[in-house]
């Protein structure tokens, strides 16, 4: 059976990218500690490469990055960081996650090395818990939304009124069709409230979930007559609003009640989860719905009020509002926090029937909304493709890849871009969603489907203006961002040649071996006898001897560059090394740069505790950051492994050997 240092789970709402993002970024960010891994991912098709037991119990650490429910209770008792999906959808956020997993408490050998600051880290925050119960709720409710909406928004492709047997343009298929999205569509929120309460309560909480989002679609049915109570009477509904209140009250009840009945004999076990939990908890759950109706319903009401509100304020107001939300966080709360709204306005559209202002006015939001989620992604395929010299190949290649993401209607793919540079990229990203947001409203546009992108275009009212809108927005945001790029690129050609006067004259190295042209250690660069008080002070002399050398221009910026590393997680690693790394524009060439202090740096963490006696470090120009740099720090961890090589570097004190053994690794 394989054992893995580092077990992970990763899981999103839509488990469409960003769950596979964070996969990834933690493969990588465990190959360059030279650390296995196994990530089990929580997708809309399921759980995948699951976990067993064996390697739970095997693993030295877990993480946990997800916004909804992966079963994190298996972990138990193991050293686990547990965050948002968001946060770990970077190579050196993941790289972070994986050393304060490490570092957790919950392994002896290790918890010595936690500080203050990562105990208080590893505690989820009690916003984090809110928003994974209700994305797992989310999660789950999607999928009924989007093949409810797209099966309803075919059936008018044989007539607006063809599920109608009354109307002129009848057709039974697309009557069926009408009534399957229709049920689909009206299970939206029990689905929503079941699994909000099962992520909290687990199994036993879907019963009282699924009643609980099921009186929020009914409301409190009361007889029209006598003004009472009836229970074959109407009621007026509250939403999904009211699934939401619902399924976090129904999972506390049932937490609730594990308590109350915890004193019962083990043998009754069996009787408490097939008769009490459901029988009490439905009833406490039941009641106080059907208690908070009346006010629920009001707040749902003036909710939709407010939007239609900000719809009378003109298309620019309602536009800029959803394109903002829509691409602030690229599919994470606050893009999730408009489509959940969208689809349930679209849920009112379609239930009030076409022609209706609320069919209008929900049709054309959800037009809106998925305009905004389009775009990004488009952004980037226009930039890569119109400024392409300015891109790394691995981003060209990514944004090629975004055109098809984006015209599916997955926004994720722009997150990559994002990351590396959120300012500008991210307000050029929100002005594109915006704008095509706002020519959205303002062209009249109807979308009766809550997802698919461009493949529902043939049920889209004003299909060909929508596409241009969407066009627009695409097009003047993948301008802005070339320009960006484009200023990027040449602020890095001209600082190349600034370091070229300052280079080390070629005498330096009198006594030593000339290194290949293609070595990334130069005999010149390594330091065999220092002494350092600190981390810092021996980051300050790698950072000076990098201007002295030639491959950098500004020490003042590597050593900028180098403590922003060290601050989202320590380079050191253990027996004695460390990996520090700088990616900075005031490099001009990857290099590496070794000093050796044989007493040891203090205050430099370590896997281990042990200080450093060898910093092997990295220099990376920043247009690199995602291609050599992965290159070199991912050989130099994987040579850390052998215990051959640790030994020759550690033991050696002539500058060639260590050049030469350190190149040979590299190559």
């Not at 009282?208 to 006598?226: K, R």
């Not at 600034?498 to 042209?517: F, L, M, W």
């Not at 201007?547 to 560059?561: C, E, F, P, T, Y």
């Not at 896997?607 to 995602?626: C, K, R």
């Amino acid at each position: 059976m394989a054992k893995f240092d580092i077990i992970a789970a990763t899981g999103c709402p839509t488990g469409i990218a960003h769950t596979f993002m964070a996969k990834e970024a933690l493969e990588k960010a465990a190959a360059e500690r030279g650390l296995t891994i196994k990530v089990e991912t929580h997708g809309q098709v399921g759980v995948e490469n699951e976990l067993t037991k064996g390697e739970i119990v095997g693993a030295k650490a877990v993480v946990v990055a997800a916004d909804k429910d992966v079963q994190a209770e298996r972990f138990a008792g193991k050293p686990m960081v547990s965050v948002g999906v968001s946060k770990a959808l970077s190579l050196e956020a993941a790289g972070k996650l994986i050393d304060r997993a490490l570092r957790a408490k919950g392994d002896d050998s290790v918890a010595a090395a936690a500080d203050v600051e990562d105990e208080v880290e590893e505690k989820e925050s009690v916003g984090h818990i809110i928003y994974k119960h209700l994305m797992n709720g989310v999660s789950h409710m999607l999928v009924f939304v989007v093949a409810g909406g797209v099966l309803t928004a075919l059936s008018f492709l044989w007539g607006i009124t063809s599920f109608d047997s009354t109307a002129s343009d009848y057709n039974t298929f697309a009557a069926m069709l009408k009534i399957i999205g229709g049920i689909a569509m009206n299970l939206m929120v029990p689905v929503l409230s079941a699994y909000i309460a099962e992520s909290i309560g687990k199994r036993p909480a879907l019963v009282p979930g699924f009643v609980a989002g099921m009186i929020a679609i009914q409301g409190l049915p009361v007889n029209a007559e006598t003004g009472m109570i009836d229970a074959g009477g109407a009621g007026v509904g509250f939403g999904f609003l009211g699934g939401i209140v619902g399924g976090f009250l129904a999972g506390y009840v049932i937490l609730l009640l594990e308590k109350v009945f915890a004193g019962l004999p083990k043998n009754l076990d069996g009787l408490k989860a097939i008769f009490l939990y459901p029988l009490f908890s439905t009833a406490i759950v039941g009641l106080v719905m059907l208690g908070i109706s009346g006010p629920m319903a009001a707040i749902n009401t003036a909710m939709m009020d407010f939007l239609k509100g900000l719809s009378a304020s003109g298309a620019i107001v309602l536009g800029l509002a959803i394109g903002c939300m829509c691409a602030v966080d690229m599919g994470g709360p606050v893009n999730k926090a408009a489509y959940v709204t969208g689809t349930a306005m679209l849920t009112e559209a379609l239930a009030a029937g076409v022609g209706t202002d609320t069919y209008n006015f929900g049709t054309n939001f959800m037009a809106a909304v998925s305009a905004a989620c389009i775009v990004p992604p488009l952004i980037t395929t226009f930039a890569v493709v119109v400024g392409k010299k300015y891109f790394s190949q691995e981003d060209h290649d990514a944004g090629i890849v975004n055109l098809i993401l984006g015209c599916t209607h997955i926004t994720e793919g722009a997150i990559p871009f994002m990351t590396k540079n959120i300012w500008p990229v991210m307000p050029i990203m929100m002005l594109g969603s915006s704008i095509a947001s706002i020519l959205t409203i303002m062209f009249n546009v109807h979308d009766p489907a809550p997802h698919g992108g461009f493949l529902v275009l043939p049920v889209v009212e004003n299909g060909p203006l929508w596409v241009l809108a969407i066009l627009i927005g695409a097009v003047v945001g993948g301008i802005l961002f070339v320009a960006f790029k484009k200023y990027d690129f040449e602020k890095n050609q001209k600082a190349a040649p600034a370091a070229k006067p300052v280079e080390a004259p070629k005498a330096a190295a009198v006594e030593a071996p000339k290194a290949e042209a293609a070595d990334f250690v130069k005999v010149e660069n390594v330091f065999v006898a220092e002494d350092f008080a600190s981390r810092d002070e021996a980051l300050s002399f790698v950072s000076n001897q990098a201007v002295k050398a030639g491959i950098a221009s500004d020490a003042d910026a590597v050593m900028n560059a180098f403590l922003a590393r060290e601050a989202e997680g320590t380079t050191g690693m253990m027996e004695g090394f460390a990996i520090p790394h700088a990616k900075s524009d005031a490099i001009t060439e990857a290099a590496v740069i070794v000093v050796k202090d044989e007493s040891g740096v203090t205050g430099w963490d370590t896997m281990d505790g042990a200080p450093v006696n060898v910093a092997i470090a990295l220099l990376i120009p920043g247009a690199q950051a995602g291609t050599t740099h992965l290159k070199i720090l991912s050989k130099v961890a994987e040579a850390l492994m052998d215990e051959d090589f640790r030994a020759t570097v550690k033991g050696s004190t002539d500058a060639a050997e260590i050049a030469k053994t350190i190149n040979a690794r590299l190559v």
